[in-house]
Nanobody
């Protein structure tokens, strides 16, 4: 089992920044690729970003490229999502997820989730 706990969400004005953290405990953190998903009210859960177990490979969905950065610190068992230039459409609950393996398959990413966090709410006001 891997337990994931997100933090860092909150209310921010458009154009502002937030850094989300996801602390993992349980099994060996660097056995897992990590990802962030988000879910806006009334919408499906969306794949936002992923990072390989080593941190050497990352993926960002098109709508956040140039604004968000995903990183991880395996010594601290933590993955981060730095979010800059936030827009109201970034509003939603952000979930951390873990997938056993070296990298996260971009095709059908939801199918590869082994563990979920409970989420942290990000609200971007206009």
């Amino acid at each position: 089992q891997v337990q994931l706990v997100e933090s860092g969400g909150g209310l921010v004005q458009a154009g502002g920044s937030l850094r989300l953290s996801c602390a993992a405990s349980g099994r060996t953190f660097n056995d897992y690729a990590m990802a962030w998903f988000r879910q806006a009210p009334g919408k499906e859960r969306e794949f936002v970003a992923a990072i390989s177990w080593s941190g050497s490979s990352t993926y960002l969905t098109h709508s956040v490229k140039g604004r968000f950065t995903i990183s991880r610190d395996n010594a601290k068992n933590t993955v981060y999502l730095q979010m800059n230039s936030l827009k109201p459409e970034d509003t939603g609950v952000y979930y951390c997820a873990a997938s056993r393996g070296s990298s996260w398959p971009v095709r059908d990413p939801l199918l590869h989730v082994d563990f979920w966090g409970k989420g942290t709410l990000v609200t971007v006001s206009s």
